[in-house]
């Protein structure tokens, strides 16, 4: 039974205030904190904000309160384990579909902390109390190049990522990383290309194409003593919908724009040139023509990823299956609002066929429960950022820390953590 439920105002990545909940019970306590997006999908769950000028009218008073007054009133007394009925609670408490009146940020991270408590009050990691049974460690995307909304579009894709697909455990998955990291920033540094590092850590170049970013990304990946490819692919989160919009693409950095049909081209020939494993967002997400473009030219052999897209919601996922304008569904718990709700849209993923990546948003703290929702809900998939900054190595760490206790009985899901 649920004791007590109290809302904090805590500070994230992007020194912007974000929600903590903390989640009593006799048995044991639970507490969350709520990551915020800067590339958000126009359908997610609001991440309510208190306007204003103080921290460019990022702080989060109105959701913390709300915890403290309706939303502790409301679960004060229910199961602890009862996830699906305290969710429930929280949309009737609401009575909006995106939580705008007690804001997605207060409702996920009240949701993740219930979770949290449950499992502390039966003695076990989150990742086993989800499921016992689990065995499997995701496939990773781990960020080397930062761009978008991320590195004030000094690059138009947002991230470009490394897929260790050949790694025998999650553990040398990193470690490949971290090499790979350490390669691209000699690289950046020898061309005097090395402008910073983006919001998700990973390092902010002075490119001057799209392609010559894909380029240097194949060259680092080579400078660790990897074969692209082979042994770690590449995937990019081209988020589109930063810089399209009615079907039409323009790209900053080399002043050109294009059509649908146009922007198809640019990314099928990068395809065909990079070892380029998964695309998410490669069209904007009013455009569900352009991503069915792609998904019919190369839905068979990569991974076409619905973020912006498909915003966590059982029902888009599902409408993407059937228009097959997807084949896989970025999870984001806080794009849904409750833990409830995220897992109807893995679960609606699984079901229709559509492969499932657990991710983090740019704006992060030092919560973990990402990771648990990973190895407990079996998504194939797990985006968390770059391999630097604490925020990002809060993640990766409490992974190997999964792995270990799993001992033997891992395993890594390496290139089966794909879809198709
Ligand atoms: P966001 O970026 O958290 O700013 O949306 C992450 C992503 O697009 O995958
Ligand atoms: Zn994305």
């Not at 490949?176 to 850590?201: K, V, Y």
């Not at 494993?277 to 009013?286: G, L």
């Not at 498909?310 to 569904?329: G, I, K, P, S």
């Amino acid at each position: 039974e649920i004791i007590s439920v109290t809302g904090h105002r805590r500070w994230d990545s992007r020194a912007r205030p974000t929600v903590e909940v903390v989640v009593r019970t006799a048995a044991g306590t639970g507490r969350a904190l709520a990551p915020a997006g800067a590339s958000t999908g126009s359908g997610e769950a609001v991440d309510l904000r208190d306007g204003g000028d103080a921290f460019g009218g990022h702080d989060v008073t109105r959701a913390v309160a709300a915890v403290n007054g309706d939303i502790a009133a409301a679960l004060t007394g229910m199961d602890v384990t009862g996830q699906a009925a305290v969710d429930q609670r929280l949309e009737e408490l609401d009575g909006t579909p995106g939580f705008s009146r007690i804001g997605g940020n207060a409702a996920v991270a009240t949701s993740m902390a219930v979770a949290h408590a449950a499992a502390a009050a039966r003695g076990v990691p989150l990742w086993r109390h989800l499921d016992p049974a689990a065995t499997r460690l995701p496939l990773p995307e781990i960020q080397v190049f930062g761009g978008g909304a991320h590195a004030h579009g000094r690059l138009d894709i947002q991230d470009l990522l490394v897929v260790p697909l050949a790694a025998g455990s999650f553990a040398q998955a990193l470690d490949w990383a971290a090499e790979i990291h350490r390669s691209a920033g000699r690289w950046l540094d020898e061309r005097g290309r090395l402008a910073g590092t983006a919001d998700e850590g990973g390092w902010w170049p002075a490119f001057d194409s799209n392609a010559e970013a894909l380029e240097a990304l194949v060259a680092a990946i080579e400078g660790a003593g990897l074969t692209p490819g082979d042994q770690v692919g590449i995937a990019i989160d081209v988020a589109a919908t930063q810089f399209g919009s009615g079907g039409t693409y323009r790209l900053a950095r080399e002043g050109r724009e294009y059509d649908r049909d146009g922007w198809g081209e640019v990314l099928l020939g990068w395809l065909d040139r990079f070892p380029i494993v998964s695309v998410e967002d490669p069209f904007a997400e009013d455009d569900p023509d352009g991503m069915a473009l792609i998904t019919k030219a190369a839905g068979d052999r990569i991974q076409i990823v619905g973020d912006d897209f498909l915003v966590t919601d059982a029902e888009r996922v599902r409408a993407a299956a059937a228009r097959r304008t997807a084949n896989t569904v970025l999870i984001k718990p806080n794009q849904a609002g409750t833990l409830t709700r995220a897992r109807a849209a893995l679960d609606a993923a699984a079901e229709s066929g559509l492969g499932a990546i657990v991710s983090a948003r740019s704006g992060e703290t030092e919560d973990v429960t990402i990771v648990h929702l990973a190895v407990g809900w079996g998504s194939g998939g797990f985006k968390v950022g770059s391999s630097t900054r604490g925020e990002r190595t809060a993640k990766w760490n409490e992974m190997l820390r999964v792995e270990e206790e799993l001992g033997t009985a891992a395993r890594y899901a390496g290139r089966a953590g794909l879809a198709p």
